[in-house]
């Protein structure tokens, strides 16, 4: 569904999810639409975080929307949305979302350590584990109650640029990581997961 076509579906929460065009984001929207009120945004329809990234902030933050999932990725600017709209939801029942990636977790010395990719998916996960860190501790006293979930995932078969080819490596399909959304939004108001981090255990396409 695209921004601004809701349907009858008024009763369902409202998901604002960026990338939805392709790959992981579709694959997202494919399995959401018939429990959620899905809006995507990408550059199909004039939501491209780069060059509208203004008009996407203000849209997920004024358009009453539940759950914001942050899947497109755009160098810089998939970090700077992810903490302003947390920012703006923190102290509200809404559910935050994030496409991360095991990059983050390269280890210093590694020799994309220092990858742009890299040092984004790096910096997502350190926001969100500080963020959970801190709510247990003492923010669920402060009135904090957005939950925020990094999803982070080895090799998908998608379209999206890698510096290594994707078939060399076991892959995950995009429906599968869908599955994972939509098991995290699934679950209890009462219950918040922090990370969750996956991969394939297939062959890859081009095991000989």
């Not at 959970?132 to 669920?140: G, H, P, Q, R």
Request: hydrophobic share 30%; charged share 25%; with cysteine.
């Amino acid at each position: 569904m695209e921004v601004g076509q809701h349907g009858n579906k008024e009763k369902m929460k409202k998901v604002f999810l960026t990338g939805h065009t392709a790959g992981i984001g579709l694959a997202i929207k494919n399995r959401l639409q018939d429990h959620y009120d899905v809006s995507g945004g990408s550059r199909s329809n004039g939501f491209d975080i780069f060059v509208n990234y203004g008009k996407v902030k203000t849209t997920i933050l004024n358009g009453e929307y539940d759950i914001f999932i942050n899947n497109a990725y755009v160098p810089s600017k998939q970090t700077q949305l992810l903490k302003e709209i947390y920012s703006g939801w923190k102290n509200h029942d809404k559910t935050i979302i994030n496409i991360g990636s095991v990059a983050g977790d390269l280890p210093q010395g590694h020799v994309d350590y220092y990858g742009e990719y890299s040092t984004n998916k790096r910096e997502q996960k350190e926001f969100i584990e500080n963020i959970n860190f801190n709510y247990s501790k003492k923010d669920f006293k402060n009135g904090v109650r957005c939950k925020l979930t990094n999803i982070k995932t080895d090799y998908v078969l998608t379209d999206f640029p890698s510096i290594y080819d994707k078939k060399d490596f076991p892959s995950l399909t995009p429906e599968y990581v869908s599955e994972i959304v939509y098991f995290v939004l699934q679950q209890p108001k009462e219950v918040g997961f922090r990370e969750i981090s996956f991969h394939s255990t297939s062959m890859p396409i081009n095991w000989r």
